[in-house]
């Protein structure tokens, strides 16, 4: 059992940045590829970027190439998010989730094949 806590959400205006993190319990956090997704009011949670377990494979979905950047700290088990350039259509409710991989290899952008879920943090981007 995995238990994630994102912070790092707030309030900021277009162009700004922000850093979410995404805090897991537990004692093997380099065996859970991880992921970060997004859900706007009325739309579906969309995927936005993971990393795997090394942190060697990574991948964005392509509206935030460029602008985001996904780390991740194992000794402090913890995965980031940091968000740069932001615009009003970021503004969503963010969500870290893990997946069990022992490989450390492989990273996943399909929210389906997600173990567990954050409780979210909310991103707004003022215009």
């Known amino acids: 059992q995995v238990q994630l806590v994102e912070s790092g959400g707030g309030l900021v205006q277009a162009g700004g940045s922000l850093r979410l993190s995404c805090a897991a319990s537990?004692?093997?956090?380099?065996?859970?590829?991880m992921g970060w997704f997004r859900q706007a009011p009325g739309k579906e949670r969309e995927f936005v970027a993971t990393?795997?377990?090394?942190?060697?494979?990574?991948f964005y979905v392509d509206s935030v190439k460029g602008r985001f950047t996904v780390s991740r700290d194992n000794a402090k088990n913890t995965v980031y998010l940091q968000m740069n350039s932001l615009k009003p259509e970021d503004t969503a409710v963010y969500y870290c989730?893990?997946?069990?991989?022992?490989?450390?290899?492989?990273?996943?952008?399909?929210?389906?094949?997600?173990?567990?879920w954050g409780q979210g943090t909310q991103v707004t981007v003022s215009s």
């Open positions: 989730a893990a997946k069990q991989d022992y490989s450390g290899i492989y990273s996943y952008s399909a929210r389906s094949l997600y173990d567990y």
């Open positions: 537990g004692r093997t956090f380099s065996t859970y590829a």
């Open positions: 990393i795997s377990g090394s942190g060697g494979n990574i």
